[in-house]
């Protein structure tokens, strides 16, 4: 997966198309927890599938479809749907990420970027994944067509130095959001991801003791998501990342 590149204070920070495929992962992790009882649509006899509306920095609007599966040595074909039936995309089975899973078998999580289309609608946008041996199943995900806004506010405020260690990350609450995640990256050590956040539902982060150096630099983003877990909407339906900004800390 090719992601677009961000200069942030003259370091190369922008890894969103990486850190995209990690978000999707943890995604996939997350709604494993769905019972089986409920008949989640989402959900086939190879594995589950999900499509968001993403608003990344410096792109348009796009879906990211997705569909994890334990059983992708029998996969032919994976193909995604309007909500009338006509074809939007079709995953290439050689773009994906392995969940390594304790005494149970990895899953391949596939994954493909489109932009929303013109006049693309909302409602149950489907899957029809197609096995080597000629079977068909079918899942499918609604999605509401809306721009979830990128986060604002950030404290520290971006591209300063600060004189005090921050203890916490903040940032003002985006309309739509029930849930965020932080990536931190340590500039000094080539851009490291040092911490990410659980999921919060309040818009900071407290910061491990000893995380932050005086002297050090520091850039950072905020993922939000509308939901968690919806049985109709899946994992979540909107998302959104900041663009990368960066603080310093005094010596």
């Known amino acids: ?8 204070g003259g370091i190369l920070t922008g890894r969103l198309a990486l850190l995209l495929g990690l978000l999707c992962v943890a995604d996939i992790r997350a709604a494993e927890t769905i019972s089986p009882q409920l008949q989640d649509p989402h959900r086939n006899a190879a594995g589950f599938f999900d499509i968001h ?3 990344w920095p410096n792109r348009e609007l796009f879906f990211m479809s997705l569909f994890s599966t334990p059983r992708f040595d029998e996969i032919e074909q994976v193909e995604i749907f309007f909500p009338n039936g006509s074809l939007l ?3 290439d089975l050689g773009n994906y990420r392995t969940i390594h899973r304790k005494e149970k078998p990895d899953k391949r999580v596939f994954m493909n970027e489109i932009d929303v ?3 693309a609608p909302d409602g149950w946008y489907s899957t029809r994944v197609t096995l080597k ?11 509401i067509l809306s721009a979830l806004p990128q986060a604002s506010g950030q404290v520290p405020a971006p591209e300063t130095e600060v004189e005090e260690i921050p203890t916490r990350l903040s940032w003002d609450p985006i309309p739509g959001a029930g849930f965020y995640q932080v ?3 340590d500039l000094w050590n080539e851009g490291k991801l040092v911490f990410s956040s659980k999921l919060v539902d309040e818009p900071e982060v407290q910061l491990p003791a000893g995380l932050l150096e005086a002297g ?7 993922h939000a998501r509308d939901l968690n877990e919806h049985f109709m909407l899946g994992d979540f339906n909107h998302g959104s990342i900041s663009p990368v900004y960066t603080f310093s800390i005094a010596p």
């Open 216 to 222: 050090g630099y520091y850039s950072w983003i905020v």
């Open 1 to 8: 997966m090719q992601g677009k590149h961000i200069r942030a």
């Open 53 to 55: 509306v993403c608003n």
């Open 133 to 143: 041996d000629g079977k068909r199943l079918i899942a499918r995900d609604y999605v």
């Open 117 to 119: 289309p013109p006049g």
């Open 183 to 185: 990536f931190l990256r």
């Open 89 to 91: 995309t079709q995953l």
